[in-house]
């Protein structure tokens, strides 16, 4: 079946393709091109060989890709957005991060890196700072959670603590259930949350690739009484930060208030959908339709961490959006809100 022989695949090639990859590649730079698919959640890769080392972003040339403008298949051109080195390929060569723009070179619909970095260039003298927890699940190559009996449902499991060392602001990674895992990302300054979030989406992914298992970041994998998963966003500007800063979180979070609606209709793909499977009201997570501040709460929506509202500054942490959110459009969203002034549009 394809099932197993997915599993053949992960399982076998390791070894094989060491010996391809172990080869000396002379004076070529592999650059993997990597881009969010149309449908703006599922992320695709190629890979093109160049004969020089590109030293910055400007150094690599566009590709193009196969996507969709109203409905119609056509060739996209592929804008080089940011360059990482590959922990796959490992050094000299690439992971480039994409924007998918139209033949009109307007962003493509699942584009919104395009519309953010305009925000964050207005804000920049702010200097916003962001830190999103990226929670997922991982299931096994059949769909079932990674680990659960074939049957029935598991004992709550240990805890368990690996850390991976990688080329991002990445802090740790562990496992706090049965099935959902969650790795920090930041602090990252502006168009960067986006940026790096992406990209270790992509590593996620790949690594999975390799040990036979899935990712998902479905907010709520499983139904039932099971924990759903979210991407919660600390937020600070150079206000907050600052002494006396609370004045300055207090007021963001006021704003957040009066367009909480708004918010939750970017806080996941499918317009605040996915979350209503997931913000359910209980302990530890908010309700979709209450906005709730709260210092040192895990149920509230807006969480002042305890130590912020001691030392009268620093940042704030929204728990609302969905662990498959666009960190673009949350963070978009959080800077047009909190962070310019006057009231331009969210969206
Ligand atoms: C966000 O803030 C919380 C509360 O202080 C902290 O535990 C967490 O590590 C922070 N996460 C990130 C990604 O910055
Ligand atoms: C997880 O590991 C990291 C890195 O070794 C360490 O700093 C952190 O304290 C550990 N967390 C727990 C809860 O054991």
């Not at 040339?61 to 109203?70: A, F, L, N």
């Not at 036979?212 to 991407?231: E, F, I, Q, S």
């Not at 949350?330 to 310019?340: D, E, F, G, I, P």
Request: glycine share 8%; charged share 25%; net charge negative.
């Amino acid at each position: 079946s394809e099932t197993a022989s997915l599993v053949g695949c992960s399982r076998l090639n390791k070894f094989l393709r060491e010996r391809y990859l172990n080869l000396p590649q002379g004076e070529f730079c592999q650059v993997t091109y990597v881009w969010i698919a149309y449908c703006g959640m599922d992320l695709c890769y190629k890979t093109r060989t160049m004969d020089f080392t590109p030293k910055t972003i400007a150094d690599i040339p566009e590709w193009d890709t196969i996507g969709q403008t109203e409905g119609f298949s056509t060739e996209m051109p592929l804008a080089p957005a940011c360059m990482f080195r590959d922990p796959f390929l490992l050094d000299p060569n690439k992971l480039v991060f994409c924007e998918v723009l139209k033949n009109t070179r307007e962003p493509a619909e699942s584009n919104h890196r395009n519309s953010c970095n305009k925000i964050m260039e207005k804000i920049k003298e702010l200097h916003p700072w962001f830190g999103m927890e990226q929670e997922y699940t991982l299931l096994g190559v059949d769909g079932h959670p990674f680990g659960w009996p074939r049957l029935g449902f598991p004992k709550p499991q240990g805890y368990l603590n690996v850390t991976m060392s990688c080329y991002i602001h990445i802090i740790h990674n562990f496992l706090f259930g049965p099935q959902t895992w969650e790795f920090q990302v930041g602090p990252c300054e502006g168009i960067e949350m986006g940026d790096h979030l992406w990209m270790v989406r992509f590593l996620l992914h790949r690594v999975c690739e390799d040990f036979g298992v899935v990712a998902t970041l479905d907010p709520k994998p499983m139904t039932g009484d099971w924990d759903g998963a979210g991407c919660h966003i600390n937020v600070s500007t150079v206000q907050m930060r600052a002494e006396g800063g609370i004045e300055h979180i207090n007021k963001a979070i006021e704003k957040l208030r009066k367009r909480h609606a708004e918010h939750i209709r970017v806080y996941d793909p499918n317009g605040g959908e996915d979350n209503k499977r997931r913000l359910i009201g209980c302990q530890v997570f908010s309700s979709i339709n209450d906005f709730s501040p709260g210092v040192a709460n895990r149920g509230a929506s807006i969480r002042i961490p305890y130590r912020v509202a001691q030392n009268k500054c620093g940042y704030f942490e929204d728990r609302r959006p969905a662990a498959n959110c666009d960190p673009y459009a949350v963070t978009c969203a959080m800077a047009r809100t909190c962070m310019l002034e006057g009231e331009e549009e969210l969206k």
